[in-house]
C-alpha cells in the first residue's frame, strides 16, 4: 500500500470508518477537521498533509476494492467513482484536476451493489422515485413472459391438428425434439447472460457482446425481423378464432380470408397502441393473458367435453388414443418435418424474457431460472395436452346430427360406430368438418367449458403477439444505437423513462401488418422457424466458442452447461433449418452471411470484447509458438522490417513505402525512440501509442507500432533491435529515413545516425536507407501544429487529421524501376524491387537491372546475369552492363565532393600525433588526411554512380541502389554521409539504398 509521508495524528473513528470524498474535502464544502487533527492549522488540508486520506488507519490515497471501480456508469446526479492510477501511487500525486478529486471514499453502501445483489426488495425503504424505470424480476419478467409467449397460437390451433396428422408418439417427438434445441440454447443463454452486466437489446445483445458485432449484427436483424413476423402469426391465430366464432353465429364481415385481414390488422393496431404507452401498460395486459391461460387450463383439465356420442367426434374411449398413436398424414403439409415446421414456433418463446434484458431488475438471475422453468412447465403441459386431445377425438366427424348407423344405411367404419354415428363417407371424401383432423377449434369443444377456452385462445394470442411486438422493436432499437448498418439510425431514438423504442414500434408494426395480410398460419410459421433455429444456432455457437477459446473474460456465474451439448444445439439447428425448408435455410444463410460481409468490410469501431477476439488471439499465440519448431529456409525468406519512422503521421512516405511490399507478406513494426527522462515521458507513452496504431490502421497499413523510452536515439535504436518482434517473427531490415540535415546538424547526431547503421550491420540486420528530393519528415508542414507538442498529442487528433499523400499511394504507370545490383548482398537488392512491382501501382513498371563490368566482356557479362536472373525466377530481362563504371567523375562533381567534406576535415598533415590523437578523440567525426587519401578511390566512385544514375535514370520511376558499406572505426561518420549525399543527390525519383546481411535470400533451388 503506497503510504504518504507525514506526521502521526490522532485517529478518530468517526473518520476513519470510511473512505472520505477528496473533492468534497478539498473544495471546503463540509466544515473543516479539528485543528488536533492538524498541528499547523485546520485549513491546511493539502496533498502534503492527508489526513483525509486514510485507509485501515494508514495515510493513503489507496482505496479498498469497491463496485463502483469496475461499473462503466455511476447514478445520476453522482460523480464517477474510479480508484488511483498507478502514476498515482507508484510515482507523483496529481494535482487540482486530477481525476482524485472524484475519488468517493463514503462509507456507505453502493446503490448498484444493493440493486445487483437484493432484486426484489427494491423500493421498500422510501418512496419510489417517479423518474425510475420499470423494472421486473424473473417470474413476472421471465418465466410469465416466456410461458405465454409458448403457450400461444400454435397450442390452442394447431397442436390438436398436428397430433392427428402425426400421431401421439411422433407429435411427442416433435415437441421433444423441439424442447432438446431450446432447453440446449435455454443453458446457452442462461451462461452468456450471467457472463457480465447485461444491458437492453435481449438476444442481439447476448450474440453481438460475445461473437462480435459481425455476427451479432446479422443475427440481431434477422431476429427483430423474426419477432416482427411473429407479431403476424399470433394475430392471424386469433383473427382465425374470431372469424369462427363470427362464421358459427352467422354473422361474418366479409369472406374467411378477408375477415381474418381485418380483424388482424385492427387487433395490432391496438396492440400497438399498447405498445406506445410503455412497459407498465404492456405488463398490465400480459398479466390478463397470463389469467385467460390459466381460466383455460382451470377448463381443460378435466377433459368432460360433451357426452359420448357426440357429432363432432369427441368420445372417451381407450381405442381412440391406441388409433390416434400413429400418424396419418393428409395434405401438403403431411410429413414429419412439415409438422415440425409449423410446431416449431411455438418453442420460440424462449427469448421473450431475454429479449426485454434492459427492463429486468437482475438479468443474471432472472433470465437463467425464468427461461429454465418456463421451458420445463410448457413442456409437461405441452406432452399431456396432446395426449389428452389424442385419446378422446376421433379424426374425422361429419358434426351432422343425421349421421347416425341406421339399418340399410351400409358399413361403417370407424370408432364412432360404436356410439350409433356413421362418418364413413365424409371420411372417405375427405369432406368432414370437425374431428381431430380438420377442426381447428378442438380445444373447444373438449373443454369443460367452451368459452373459457376461447378466453385463453384470445389472452395467449395477444399476449404472445404483444411479447413479440415489444421484443421486436426492443433488439431493434439496440442495433440501431450500434451504428452498424446505414440508414437505420433512425428507428433508434428512444422516448420517455423507459427509452420506449416509438419508431421501432411503427416498423414492426408495419412488417406485421404486411404478413397478415397472407392470412394463412401455415404459410407463416414456417417463415419464422427458419429465422429462429438459425438465431439459436448462433447463440449456441456463442457459448461454444466462448468456452473453447479459454479465455479469462469468460466467467458465467451459470454453471450447468456444456461446451459440446452447445455445439450440439447449434449443429442440429443447422440440420432441421435445411430439413424443414432447405431454399428457405439458404436464404436465412444467404442474408446472414451478406450481412456478416458489410460488418467485416466497414470495420465498425466497436470493442466488446468478444471471443471471436479471444480466438484470433489463441490461433495467432498456436501458429507463433508453433514457428519457433520451424527451421529457418531461404524459400521461406520474408523481409520482416523494423522502420525508424518516429511518430509514423510525421513521415508517410516511409511508412506507405514498406507497407507496399510487406502488406500480406510480411512484418512490419514503425519504431519510435522517445528520448528524455522517463518520468517526464512515461505519461506520453501510454497516450500516443493507440492514437499512432488508428492513424496506420486508418491509412490501411498492416504494421505494428512499438516505442520505447531512451536517453538517446541509438541506445532506443539498439533496444528495439533486440527486443521487437516475437519468436520467428521478428525484424531482419532496418529501414531509417536519410538524415537530409547531416551538414548542419550537431555532429554528435551524425554520429548516432551512422552508428545506428553499424549497429544494425552487428546485430545482422539487412539496412535499407530511403531518399526523397522533397524529404521525408512533414510534421513542419502538418496541418495540425498542435500534434507537433507532445504533451499535447491527442490520439483522436491523429485518426482525425488529414491523411498526406505520397508517391506510393499513385499509380506510377509504364515507368522503369531502376535496380543498380553492384555488389553482392545475398539478393536483397533485386527482391524487395521485386516485391514492390507485383503491386497494382507498381506492376505496369518496367525494371531494370544495372550492373557494373568491363568494356572488353560486356556481351558475357550480361548473359551470366540474365542467366543468374532466370535462375531466381524474378522475371527481370533487362540487363545493363555499365563498363565506365570506374572512369573519372568530371573534375566540376570531384570540386562539388571536395568541398562538402573540407568543413568536416582535420587538416592533421602537419600536426603532431599527440595533438592528432587529441582531437580524434574530442571529435571522433573529424576526417583525416590519411583516411581521406585511403578511401580516394571509393569516394571517386561514388561521384561517378552519381554521374550515371543521372544519365540512367532522371525520369524513372524509383531508384534502387546497393548501399556502401563503411568500415566500422576506419571510416568517419561525415566521410560516410558525404558518400551517400553525393551518391544520391540531384535525382527526382525516390532513391532506396539497400543492404543484405550478405546471407542469401534468393535460391533457385527447389529444397
Not at 429454465?372 to 389424442?390: C, K, R
Not at 571536395?898 to 592533421?908: C, G, S
Amino acid at each position: 500500500m503506497a503510504e504518504l509521508p507525514v506526521s502521526e495524528t490522532p485517529r478518530d473513528p468517526a473518520l476513519c470508518s470510511g473512505r472520505f470524498t477528496i473533492s468534497t474535502l478539498l473544495g471546503g464544502e463540509e466544515p473543516p477537521p479539528p485543528a488536533a487533527y492538524d498541528s499547523s492549522h485546520p485549513s491546511h488540508l493539502t496533498h502534503g498533509n492527508t489526513f483525509y486520506n486514510r485507509t485501515f488507519g494508514y495515510n493513503t490515497i489507496d482505496v479498498v476494492p469497491a463496485y463502483e471501480h469496475y461499473a462503466n456508469s455511476a447514478l445520476p446526479g453522482e460523480p464517477r467513482k474510479a480508484r488511483p492510477t498507478l502514476a498515482d501511487l507508484h510515482s507523483f500525486l496529481k494535482q487540482e484536476g486530477s481525476h482524485l478529486h472524484a475519488l468517493a471514499f463514503d462509507s456507505q453502501p453502493s446503490h448498484e451493489m444493493i440493486d445487483g445483489l437484493v432484486e426484489d426488495e427494491a423500493g421498500t425503504n422510501g418512496e419510489k422515485n417517479p423518474e425510475e424505470p420499470v423494472r421486473f424480476g424473473w417470474v413476472k419478467g421471465v418465466m410469465i413472459r416466456c410461458m405465454l409467449n409458448i403457450w400461444g397460437v400454435i397450442l390452442y390451433l394447431r397442436l390438436p391438428w398436428i397430433t392427428a396428422q402425426a400421431g401421439i408418439v411422433l407429435t411427442w417427438i416433435i415437441i421433444l425434439l423441439s424442447v432438446t434445441v431450446t432447453s440446449i440454447t435455454g443453458l446457452s443463454i442462461s451462461a452468456i447472460s450471467t457472463n457480465g452486466k447485461v444491458k437492453s437489446g435481449g438476444t442481439y445483445f447476448l450474440i453481438s457482446r460475445s461473437l462480435g458485432p459481425e455476427l451479432g449484427g446479422s443475427i440481431g436483424l434477422i431476429f427483430a425481423f423474426a419477432n416482427a413476423v411473429g407479431v403476424a402469426m399470433h394475430t392471424v391465430g386469433f383473427a382465425e378464432t374470431v372469424r369462427d366464432l363470427l362464421q358459427e353465429y352467422g354473422s361474418p364481415i366479409v369472406d374467411p380470408t378477408n375477415d381474418i385481414r381485418i380483424i388482424g390488422v385492427a387487433t395490432v393496431t391496438v396492440l400497438l397502441a399498447i405498445s406506445l404507452a410503455g412497459m407498465e401498460w404492456e405488463s398490465k395486459v400480459r398479466a390478463g393473458g397470463w389469467r385467460g391461460a390459466w381460466a383455460r387450463s382451470s377448463a381443460e383439465a378435466g377433459v368432460l367435453g360433451p357426452a359420448p356420442g357426440s357429432a363432432s367426434g369427441v368420445y372417451q374411449l381407450a381405442d381412440i388414443f391406441v388409433q390416434n398413436l400413429v400418424p396419418e398424414w393428409r395434405g401438403m403439409d403431411g410429413s414429419f418435418f412439415g409438422m415440425f415446421s409449423i410446431f416449431f414456433p411455438s418453442a420460440t418463446g424462449i427469448l421473450a424474457g431475454a429479449n426485454i434484458s434492459g427492463d429486468l431488475k437482475d438479468p443474471a438471475v432472472a433470465i437463467p431460472k425464468g427461461t429454465l422453468m418456463a421451458i420445463f412447465w410448457t413442456t409437461v403441459s405441452y406432452l399431456a395436452i396432446s395426449a389428452t386431445i389424442g385419446s378422446c377425438v376421433v379424426r374425422d366427424a361429419s358434426g351432422g346430427l343425421n349421421d347416425t348407423v341406421t339399418p340399410g344405411s351400409g358399413a361403417c367404419e370407424g370408432l364412432a360406430c360404436g356410439y350409433g354415428w356413421n362418418f364413413t363417407e365424409c371420411a372417405q371424401q375427405h369432406s368432414c368438418r370437425y374431428g381431430l383432423i380438420n377442426y381447428y377449434q378442438t380445444m373447444s369443444m373438449v373443454s369443460g367449458f367452451a368459452p373459457l377456452i376461447t378466453a385463453g385462445i384470445f389472452g395467449a394470442t395477444l399476449s404472445s403477439a404483444l411479447a413479440c411486438l415489444v421484443s421486436a422493436a426492443k433488439v431493434f432499437q439496440c442495433l440501431c444505437l450500434d451504428q452498424l448498418y446505414p440508414l437505420i439510425g433512425f428507428f433508434g431514438k428512444g422516448y420517455g423513462k423507459n427509452n420506449e423504442p416509438v419508431r421501432g414500434y411503427l416498423l414492426a408494426y408495419a412488417i406485421a401488418v404486411a404478413f397478415i395480410i397472407i392470412a394463412e398460419l401455415n404459410t407463416i410459421a414456417p417463415i419464422i422457424s427458419n429465422f429462429f433455429l438459425c438465431s439459436y444456432a448462433l447463440i449456441n455457437f456463442s457459448c461454444f466458442h466462448a468456452s473453447i477459446t479459454n479465455s479469462p473474460g469468460w466467467r458465467p456465474s451459470f454453471r450447468y452447461y456444456s461446451k459440446w451439448a452447445a455445439l450440439f444445439g447449434a449443429i442440429i439447428s443447422v440440420v432441421i433449418m435445411f430439413l424443414l425448408t432447405w431454399w428457405a435455410a439458404l436464404i436465412a444463410i444467404g442474408v446472414v452471411l451478406f450481412l456478416l460481409l458489410y460488418v467485416i468490410y466497414k470495420k465498425p469501431e466497436v470493442n466488446w470484447g468478444s471471443s471471436v477476439q479471444a480466438g484470433s488471439y489463441n490461433l495467432a499465440l498456436s501458429y507463433s509458438v508453433g514457428l519457433n519448431e520451424v527451421e529457418d529456409h531461404i524459400k521461406n525468406y520474408r523481409p520482416q522490417c523494423l522502420v525508424l519512422t518516429g511518430p509514423p503521421n510525421f513521415r508517410p512516405a516511409l511508412v506507405d513505402f514498406v507497407g507496399t511490399f510487406t502488406r500480406n507478406l510480411s512484418l512490419m513494426i514503425c519504431g519510435h525512440v522517445l528520448m528524455g527522462p522517463r518520468k517526464q515521458r512515461m505519461p506520453e507513452l501510454r497516450v500516443i501509442a493507440s492514437g499512432h496504431t488508428k492513424w496506420l490502421n486508418k491509412r490501411k497499413i498492416k504494421a505494428f507500432y512499438s516505442d520505447v523510452l531512451a536517453e538517446d536515439l541509438r541506445s532506443g535504436v539498439q533496444v528495439l533491435m533486440q527486443a521487437a518482434g516475437l519468436g520467428r517473427m521478428k525484424p531482419n531490415i532496418l529501414v531509417v529515413g536519410f538524415k537530409k540535415n547531416w551538414q548542419s546538424a550537431h555532429p554528435a547526431t551524425v554520429e548516432d545516425y551512422i552508428g545506428i547503421l553499424h549497429d544494425a550491420f552487428d546485430f545482422n540486420y539487412g539496412v535499407c536507407v530511403m531518399r526523397m528530393r522533397e524529404g521525408l519528415n512533414i510534421s513542419e508542414v502538418m496541418l495540425f501544429p498542435v500534434l507537433r507538442t507532445h504533451l499535447t498529442l491527442d490520439p483522436e487528433a491523429l485518426v482525425q487529421e488529414e491523411q498526406a499523400s505520397t508517391v506510393f499511394q499513385s499509380e506510377q504507370g509504364k515507368k522503369t524501376i531502376d535496380i543498380y545490383w553492384l555488389f553482392d548482398d545475398g539478393g536483397l537488392t533485386l527482391l524487395i524491387p521485386y516485391l514492390l512491382g507485383r503491386k497494382k501501382r507498381w506492376s505496369k513498371c518496367r525494371i531494370r537491372v544495372f550492373v557494373g563490368g568491363q568494356i572488353n566482356r560486356m556481351d558475357q557479362e550480361r548473359k551470366a546475369i540474365i542467366s543468374l536472373l532466370s535462375k531466381f525466377r524474378l522475371g527481370f530481362h533487362e540487363v545493363h552492363v555499365l563498363p565506365d563504371i570506374n572512369q573519372k567523375p568530371r573534375a566540376e562533381h570531384i570540386k562539388r565532393f571536395e568541398d562538402m567534406i573540407a568543413p568536416f576535415r582535420l587538416n592533421d598533415g602537419f600536426k603532431d600525433e599527440a595533438t592528432v590523437t587529441e582531437m580524434r578523440r574530442d571529435c571522433p567525426w573529424k576526417i583525416s588526411d590519411e583516411e581521406i587519401n585511403k578511401n580516394r578511390i571509393k569516394s571517386l566512385r561514388q561521384v561517378r554512380l552519381n554521374e550515371i544514375l543521372l544519365d540512367y535514370s532522371r525520369d524513372a520511376a524509383l531508384v534502387v541502389i546497393t548501399l556502401p558499406i563503411g568500415r566500422k572505426g576506419k571510416c568517419p561518420s561525415s566521410l560516410y554521409m558525404a558518400w551517400l549525399e553525393t551518391l544520391s543527390q540531384d535525382l527526382r525519383p525516390p532513391v532506396i539504398l539497400i543492404r543484405g546481411n550478405q546471407e542469401n535470400v534468393l535460391t533457385f533451388y527447389c529444397q
